[in-house]
């Protein structure tokens, strides 16, 4: 028996799961945005919003 480990991402707002390796480099990003906005908001923490050129 084979064994792998797989990574899910749970999107709250959409509820939705998706397949971390299935998503696109783009949505993982959005993904990995909206996972540490979370993560400070539970722990209190600000975020500086950066502007890109």
Do not use: C
Request: no cysteine; charged share 45%; aromatic share 14%.
């Amino acid at each position: 028996m084979e064994w792998k480990i797989v990574n899910y991402f749970y999107d709250v707002e959409e509820g939705k799961e998706y397949l971390w390796d299935e998503m696109s480099p783009e949505k993982q990003k959005e993904a990995s945005d909206k996972i540490h906005r979370r993560l400070a908001e539970a722990f209190g923490i600000r975020i500086k919003e950066e502007k890109t050129k």
